[in-house]
């Protein structure tokens, strides 16, 4: 086969990758590294964030609906064709992205690919199996309203990017469910599935097969109007502190003023094209917990930003986790949260850095939980951590941290990818963010290039609210608490006290 007239054109970043373009803009990309079992997924340019008030939802019943009768084969078909590959099949959809991933026996590399083309291109999309599915979102949904740990991640989304992209829910609000209809689906599908939108990845596959499996499956899809209008919606609102315990949280804070944003239906490339704006924000839930759990988070950087090797380094720096963590040296036991925070105050449960990042922004904080008594001490020892880290002085960062900070992240990266799937999901989402993959050797590289300067620097930048993000975020912090909230203090003041993030001093919208 001449594969010169299935691809426009290959790319060859990295020693082991390979990443070609159909005709119809699909990308196909490969590392072939040895072994009994391939790795194959279709990763699509889609998710919570491109949807709207009216499609809101549709990603998370999307997958679960994803291995059902399509219009070539039954349910119970489609069943035992994943159950004749004995592999992980699966579908998972998250707020920029829908995969489709299977870690299966090289031989069955045909099987796996026709199959994915099935259900992506040809799904039935019952109306039977959609209230199916919406019943057990229902239960989905609620089971995860009662787990801070869960809950809790999302709610600080949507409060930080106030009713736009990123703050999309991607848990279907219990409202919407019984307006997600096939025919809604369908349209979502027809919208958000184009071939320019759609990356196959395989580990352990050759490239020159892979290419013509999905080409045969996949390249007589014909090629779409591109994506490149530039229009934005208008910037969105920065809300008001407000205090909410019902779990209809989502009507109000994903829905509210939609006829203000939203007075007509944004176009496809609108909504494509649409910059991530962080607002920050306030959300307390008061309801009866045996601990209370905060969130405390500013703007982070895109997935492009030079410095993210910096702040996966600080995020690494400060660590943490739960009270009755196992570990050692190596496992982050010596993590500045766990030496300064859980060693040292035994009434905190847990404490955690995070760092999400996205194609255009990013959200960077510390999650901790402590009994009630304690909510107020609990504010002042989680901004201190954030003060630390943004000088070099009594109690700064030392070289020492740093050194053991790059090692374990380095140490992380690489063993991470000795699994099969991470390496394959890992392969899948860079060619879609970055239309190449970036080798792990200039990972680690990079990695070690961070200095005490540049990492301080960073936290300056990221803690300070001097993010400057496509978006043109507001630099304010987002705070999210839910639990016994007696004897919580404004925490959005003692931030402020402490020179933590961006402070207008701009009324909240209800």
Known sequence: MNLSKVFRHTKIPSVGSLVSTLSNGIRVATENTPGHFSAVGVYVDAGSRYETPQTTGVSHILDRMAFKGTTTHTSEQTQAILESLGGNVMCASSREAIMYQSAIFSQDLPKIIALFADVIRNPLIDPAEVAEQRQTALYEIQEIWQKPEMIMPELLHTVAYKNNTLGNPMLCPEERL???????????????????????A?????????VELVNKHFGDIPRSPDFNSHFSLPHSITT???????????????????????????????IATQKAHYTGGTLLLDKSQPHTHLYISFEGLSIHDPDIYALATLQMLLGGGGSFSAGGPGKGMYTRLFTNVLNQYSWVESC????????????????????????????????????????????????????????????????????????????????????????????????????????????????????VNEGKGTGQVTVVAQGNLNGLPDVAKICERYGLGKHSGSKWLR
């Open 352 to 467: 955690m850095c995070f760092n999400h990042c996205y194609t255009d922004s990013g959200l960077f904080g510390i999650m901790a939980s402590c009994r009630p008594e304690y909510n107020r001490a609990l504010v002042d020892v989680i901004a201190k951590q954030f003060e630390s880290v943004t000088s070099y002085g009594r109690g700064g960062v030392t070289q020492l941290e740093l050194v053991r900070a790059k090692n374990q992240l380095k140490s992380s990266l690489l063993m991470n990818l000795e699994s099969r799937m991470v390496q394959l999901e890992d392969l899948g989402r860079q060619v879609q963010v970055h239309d190449f993959k970036i080798p792990v050797e200039v990972m680690c590289k990079k990695i070690d290039d961070v200095t005490l300067e540049n990492l301080v620097s960073v936290a300056r930048k990221i803690i300070g609210g001097h993010v």
């Open 178 to 200: 019984n307006t997600i209809t096939p025919e809604l689906i369908r349209d979502y599908m027809l919208t958000w599935y184009r071939p320019e939108r759609i990356v196959v």
């Open 240 to 270: 008001s502190n407000y205090k909410q315990s019902k779990t209809s949280l989502y009507k109000t804070i994903t829905t509210a003023a939609s006829s203000i944003l939203h007075p007509k239906s944004p176009t496809t490339s609108t």
């Open 202 to 210: 395989a580990v352990g596959a050759k490239h020159e097969d892979v």
